[in-house]
């Protein structure tokens, strides 16, 4: 009998267990996504090294999403890397994976990316991720203040910039410094969590059929140009 006693105590301890560990697992925002292919792999390998680093460097007041597609004001989409909820901003992060040689300006619409035996035109990051930005200002308006929102670019590749480029664009694991002098709080532990299940909710479903969906919209946009 009382072998039986223990047998249960030690399931329902085990299961206890479980439980809270996974309650108190980072929040990383981690889902499960389509496969990409071809050069979009570079592209995630560079968001992994971002959600790693994330979990590594920030505590339990920072939430992130990654990611996450939302429709935009004209009915297309707009697929952001990273979203970093927390009491000192909402940090919107653009990655890029790139190594050569990087050439544009902040007012250029298309940056080129130049190896030893190619060249790669892609979106310029800035006005891209400023795009973002205007999405999430939109989906959270008469909630939050303009201020709240920041802008950071990644390069996480082996890249070299041409020209000087501003202060939140950064490479290797810049962003992390970056991020943690914004030691303002303008937001409750509260509110963060609620804007983080809000756009968490907002987001389209991470299939397939988003994936293409966000493509089909860039070659609408786009279609003498290459993504990223």
């Known amino acids: 009998m009382w ?12 299961i206890l267990f479980l439980f809270w560990q996974k309650q108190n697992q980072p929040h990383t925002g981690r889902r499960t996504v389509p496969p990409r292919s071809g050069a979009q792999e570079k592209g995630q390998l560079g ?3 971002v959600i790693d680093q994330c979990a590594q460097y920030f505590g339990d ?11 935009d004001s004209t009915n297309g989409s707009s697929q952001i890397d990273h979203i970093l909820i927390s009491p000192y901003g909402i940090f919107v992060i653009e990655t890029k ?21 190619s060249k790669k035109s892609f979106q310029n990051p800035i ?32 890249s070299q910039f041409k020209y000087p480029m501003p202060a939140h664009v950064l490479k290797g694991d810049q962003w992390i410094h970056y ?6 709080k303008i937001m409750s532990l509260d509110e963060v969590r609620k804007v983080y299940v809000y756009l968490e909710t ?20 786009y279609p003498e140009k290459a993504r990223s």
Not at 5 to 11: G, S, T
Not at 134 to 158: C, E, M, R, Y
Not at 212 to 219: E, G, R
Request: hydrophobic share 45%.
């Open 97 to 117: 994976h790139y190594a050569g040689l990087i050439f544009g300006t902040k007012k250029d619409h298309f940056w080129t990316q130049c190896l030893p035996n």
């Open 127 to 158: 006005l891209q991720n400023k795009k973002h930005i205007n999405v999430i200002a939109q989906l959270l308006k008469g909630h939050i203040a303009p201020h709240t929102l920041h802008s950071v670019i990644i390069f996480n590749g082996n």
């Open 179 to 184: 991020i943690k002098t914004f030691r303002t």
């Open 47 to 49: 968001e992994q090294m």
């Open 202 to 221: 907002m987001a389209l479903p991470k299939t397939q059929e988003t994936e293409d969906f966000h493509i089909q919209n860039l070659k609408r946009k």
């Open 3 to 14: 072998a039986f006693i223990v047998l249960i105590a030690l399931v329902a301890g085990l």
């Open 61 to 71: 007041e920072y939430f992130l999403l990654n990611n996450s597609t939302f429709i």
